[in-house]
């Protein structure tokens, strides 16, 4: 069935260090991709998506490629800060004939980020 | 309120107790979810109702039982629970179950505690 494998954290930074979470998939079909973050003691929110491959997601300054390829769709940042801090989850949904509606959640990656 | 809102936030419970977590979102969505949240364990999918029809139980126990009134209330009633039950409970809705990038949108969740 389909899988999302993240790399195991915590990841620990130092502000404006660079992040990459990895993120790698399984799936039949042509999944949509995301990425979703969640902040101590809130519920998960979408941070980025993209739908087909060679898409760029982006936003807040963290971006995602969709690769094909080589199945995957890894967050990287140019500059973390402290507020980056929190559990982030890459997920997928299968597309086309393979669409079960539902979201497969990897999981998690939690970073810390130090002043 | 806008969003998605869960009550209560914190729960504490006894295994002969009968308890409900209530959920409602404010973004005219038509497809609404329950997940569970485990320490160290990818979230799992519990129940979706699309258009107020249960689509998908994943072989939760029957000790958990949902319930969807209308498109805008998710009920998740409680009875006769085990200490692992303990995990965060999240609600989400998105526009429909099956549509094409189907962005769910989460709430904060509820702590349980079973003792």
């Known amino acids: 069935g389909d899988s999302v494998t993240q790399m195991e954290g915590p990841v620990t930074l130092s502000e404006e260090a660079f992040l990459t979470i990895n993120c790698t998939y399984t799936?039949?079909?042509?999944?949509?991709l995301f990425w979703y973050v969640q902040y101590p003691g809130e519920g998960l929110q979408l941070l980025l998506k993209?739908?087909?491959?060679?898409d760029k997601g982006s936003n807040k300054g963290f971006e995602a490629t969709y690769r094909k390829e080589t199945t995957s769709f890894h967050l990287e940042k140019g500059s973390v800060q402290v507020s980056d801090s929190a559990v982030y989850f890459c997920?997928?949904?299968?597309?086309?004939?393979?669409?079960?509606?539902?979201?497969?959640f990897g999981q998690g990656t939690t970073l810390q980020v130090k002043p | 309120e806008t969003g998605v809102t869960q009550t209560p936030r914190h729960l504490v419970m006894g295994m002969t107790n009968k308890k409900s977590l209530k959920c409602e979102q404010h973004?005219?969505?038509?497809?609404m979810y329950w997940y569970k949240q485990s320490a160290k364990k990818p979230l799992e999918l519990m129940f979706v109702?699309?258009?107020?029809?249960?689509?998908e139980n994943n072989s939760v126990p029957s000790r958990f039982s949902p319930e969807c009134p209308n498109s805008s209330h998710l009920f998740l009633h409680l009875h006769t629970l085990q200490p692992e039950d303990s995990a965060l409970y999240l609600c989400?809705?998105?526009?429909?179950?099956?549509?094409?990038?189907?962005?769910?949108?989460f709430g904060p969740g509820t702590r349980l505690t079973v003792l």
């Open positions: 799936a039949t079909g042509y999944p949509s």
């Open positions: 109702y699309n258009f107020k029809e249960q689509t």
């Open positions: 989400a809705s998105s526009q429909d179950f099956l549509a094409g990038n189907n962005e769910q949108f």
């Open positions: 997920a997928l949904k299968s597309g086309g004939s393979s669409n079960t509606g539902k979201l497969i």
């Open positions: 973004l005219g969505h038509n497809a």
């Open positions: 993209a739908t087909k491959a060679d």
